[in-house]
């Protein structure tokens, strides 16, 4: 027996290790970049958008590289383009922060490191003071960051100081035009300026002060079509500072007043406007994790307008529209939903741009569920390195393979793991299917359902079976609410005899224990009945003290326990008795 209990001890710990080991590899195997260009993915991003910073950013630090780096190397190559346009930009904030902790290159041309600034930079990545959301967001989402400083960039100190004095110029003279255009009391100047002052504090990564200047621009809009795009401008710069209940409450209240309908630019513009909001409310729900509101947000975008002034490209790519779509609506969506998504123009266009993905949907909705999953593996790679998708990848993968097999199960009584295995084709081992079934049945994702340890199949309950156990249930719901309308009744019947004898607790028996309880202690309450009935009848020979009842009431109770629940015939008589 000891020998037994110890082999079933080390292989539990084996299959721990092994699960173990799994998980570790579908961790790593979504950020397994074997084909990713960079030029590609970053060029479908507004130019000098602070999102194409923060999608580079996140591509360099959380890449894959190797232990010598190299030029090639995707980090690498994501650092130099980030650094390319924080230099265009001037944005001499993101730059001294990203950069800073970097080998210093003095006047003389020589190399040296700054301690100061690598230890604020590694207490910014820590999630210490001072640390930006790019460093937050790496550390939720990586253990290991690429660091500028490991691959060999170099650090310039004066261009934040000339960066900043350049800032400053600029700013003034921006300021002199809006106090210009105050005094000469025009709105349109003055909303010009606005801009022109969030455009230059957005460049220089100053969000909070960007979306304030926009903000008070909203006031100078002369015609419809400027607010709209005062509006996306404001939701974009709340998505870039990642405050995604701002974007709720401006999406929220933008389709309450009704900004998309009439105005200039007839039904179009109210069609575009409507589909970038839910592009923005998607966004935010995707990063606060909730797939089933952003699938729905997602699938509601219709017609879209890539112009730079409608800001589509400052929040997404038509490319990442439908991966977020399509892979949200896998997640959270039925088959049916599905096949009706595929129906609409607009969703079949974006589908277009990423054939892998739409193959899946289709595989999807004819219950292919094999081929469908082969086709998510294989785009998985890039989900690692998304700014959005890269935190919940694992669990929209395995939230989409757990549906999958729920709906292959569905239609049958009785499945072999065997050819479960063979159908999906990913599986590596019977014992993995074993375990991954096992774990739906626990979660109670598959109701009803069993696994045969020797054969290796999945059987579900019989109807008939189905049918006592929710039978057993019902009687025992229909129990419980028999108990609650017997003590509701008894009480209601109590409290009317108390009020036609004019009977109320007095202070003495506050307090005290009352209730159900107290009744089933007291030997004379149920004797109340007889009492209390002769009182109605005016006779006192039975409220006399040391006197016997002998009424059929009492007998019928004497008969009974004390501590028993009575019955509805019991309340019944005792109801009549009160009459």
């Known amino acids: 027996m000891e020998s037994s209990s110890s082999e079933q001890t080390s292989q539990s710990n084996t299959n721990t290790t092994t699960t173990k080991n799994k998980e570790q590899q579908e961790s790593s195997s979504s950020i397994n970049i074997q084909l990713f260009d960079l030029e590609t993915y970053i060029s479908r991003y507004e130019p000098k958008s602070e999102t194409r910073l923060q999608r580079l950013l996140f591509i360099a630090r959380h890449a894959p590289s190797d232990d010598v780096p190299t030029d090639d190397d995707l980090s690498t190559a994501a650092y130099r383009t980030l650094e390319t346009q924080l230099k265009e930009n001037e944005n001499w904030r993101k730059y001294k922060e990203i950069f800073g902790g970097c080998c210093r290159r003095t006047e003389g041309g020589d190399l040296r490191m700054d301690t100061t600034a690598v230890g604020a930079m590694s207490l910014r990545e820590n999630g210490g003071d001072g640390g930006g959301e790019e460093g937050k967001e790496g550390n939720t989402n990586e253990e290991t960051t690429n660091k500028p400083s490991t691959l060999h960039f170099t650090y310039l100190p004066t261009l934040p100081t000339q960066y900043s004095s350049n800032s400053t110029l600029t700013l003034s003279t921006l300021e002199s035009n809006f106090l210009s255009a105050q005094s000469c009391l025009d709105k349109d100047r003055i909303r010009q300026a606005l801009l022109a002052l969030g455009s230059h504090h957005r460049l220089t990564g100053n969000i909070e002060e960007a979306s304030r200047r926009y903000k008070a621009a909203k006031t100078y809009c002369l015609n419809n079509g400027q607010a709209m795009e005062n509006c996306m401008v404001v939701l974009s710069c ?13 999406v929220g209240r933008a389709e309450q007043q009704g900004t998309g309908g009439g105005g200039d630019g007839g039904g179009m513009v109210a069609d575009w406007f409507g589909s970038h909001l839910q592009c923005a409310l998607g966004l935010a729900y995707l990063a606060e994790g909730q797939f089933s509101d952003a699938a729905v947000a997602f699938g509601r975008v219709r017609v879209v307008d890539t112009t730079p002034t409608n800001q589509l490209s400052a929040m997404l790519s038509l490319e990442d529209l439908a991966l977020y779509g399509g892979l949200l609506g896998l997640a959270t969506m039925d088959r049916e939903t599905m096949s009706k998504s595929l129906d609409v123009e607009s969703c079949r266009e974006r589908l277009e741009l990423i054939p892998p993905l739409r193959d899946a949907i289709r595989h999807y909705v004819r219950a292919e569920y094999g081929a469908c999953l082969n086709l998510l593996e294989e785009l998985r790679g890039g989900w690692g390195l998304d700014l959005y998708l890269a935190r919940h990848a694992d669990g ?7 549906k999958c097999i729920i709906q292959y199960f569905a239609p049958y009584t009785s499945v072999s793991l065997e050819t479960m295995m063979e159908s999906f084709g990913f599986f590596d081992s019977l014992e ?40 057993r249930a019902m009687m025992r719901k229909v129990g419980r609410m028999g108990d609650v309308l017997l003590r509701e009744v008894e009480g209601t019947v109590l409290r009317l005899a108390c009020l036609e004898n004019n009977i109320c607790v007095t202070e003495e028996m506050k307090g005290k224990k009352g209730g159900r309880k107290m009744r089933r202690n007291r030997s004379s309450w149920r004797d109340g009945a007889s009492a209390e009935r002769t009182m109605l009848m005016g006779g006192e020979s039975n409220m006399q003290e040391g006197s016997s009842d002998s009424s059929d009431d009492d007998d019928f109770y004497a008969s009974r326990n ?3 629940t009575p019955s509805m015939m019991d309340i019944d008589n005792y109801t009549k008795a009160m009459m």
Do not use: C, F, Q
């Open 562 to 564: 004390e501590n028993t």
């Open 238 to 250: 709340a998505l870039d500072g990642r405050e995604y209940g701002k974007v709720r409450e401006l």
């Open 396 to 402: 929209l993968w395995r939230m989409v393979r757990d």
């Open 432 to 471: 993995e299917v074993e375990e991954v079934v096992a774990n739906l049945i626990e979660r109670k994702k598959i109701v009803g359902a069993r696994i045969h340890g020797v054969n290796k199949t999945l059987s579900s309950m019989s109807v008939r079976g189905l049918e006592r156990r929710e039978r």
